[in-house]
């Protein structure tokens, strides 16, 4: 598990010896596949970091159907504009798989950031990109035809998690359909219907629920 704080995004601005006075804070726990972490609503009482697995921050739309806002990777943060202002968590945080965190109370956090002021810059900074991606997110899910946003989440996720090999940009992160359908905001049925014109078309293959970009060039095309 990954323990320690320097591989933390938060933290790599800390020292050997700073890194060991936040050591303590960090509170280790685990949650299982679909469990869920906090709710939409509840009191904003810890930040967490992923060190293992995945975690998705959701919303429900107006009709019930679940979109998700972003997907939290191990070595990164959620949970923290809500810890910061003292405002109930404005979304739900779902395990995607078994997974393991770290947590700190709001009041360790004041205390932390209190001893080492450049902190809260990197978090403002992290919070900020996190609200600028939240909002593309809704905003393509509004605006963009299925096609688009399905091929820009794609890219993304390459960004974030991808590798090179020999067949194309492989996405390190199980997706079923219905985590793409949920990404974007479409129907189960709408996401099979166009992952499979994607494959058709010798853009993606897929194997084991892994998904490799063959073209990414005429990926990024269909965004526009």
């Known amino acids: 598990m990954m323990r320690e704080p320097g591989k933390i995004a938060l933290f790599t601005t800390l020292n050997g010896s700073e890194l060991k006075e936040v050591a303590p804070y960090l509170i280790p726990v685990s949650f299982r596949k679909k469990e869920a972490i906090f709710s939409e609503g509840d ?30 990777h191990p070595g990164d943060f959620f949970g923290g504009l809500a810890v910061l202002r003292g405002f109930p968590y404005p979304a739900n945080a779902v395990a995607m798989e078994d997974s393991k965190l770290l947590k700190i109370s709001r009041s360790n956090l004041m205390r932390v950031l209190d001893r080492f002021p450049n902190l809260m810059y990197c978090m403002a900074q992290q919070v900020g990109d996190r609200m600028k991606e939240s909002h593309e997110t809704l905003k393509n899910i509004a605006l963009e035809r299925v096609e688009a946003r399905i091929a820009s989440l794609l890219l993304k996720l390459s960004d974030k998690t991808g590798r090179k090999t020999d067949e194309g ?3 390190e992160m199980r997706l079923t359909k219905q985590d793409i359908a949920e990404m974007v905001g479409t129907t189960v049925e709408t996401s099979i219907r166009t992952i499979s014109k994607l494959k058709k078309a010798g853009i993606m293959a897929e194997k084991e629920g892994r998904i490799t970009i063959k073209n990414p060039g005429k990926l990024k095309a269909l965004c526009y």
Do not use: H, Q
């Open 43 to 72: 009191p904003s009482e810890w930040l967490y970091i992923v060190t293992e697995g995945k975690v998705k921050i959701t919303k429900l739309s107006m009709d019930g159907k679940e979109i998700i806002l972003e997907v939290i």
């Open 169 to 171: 940009i492989v996405i």
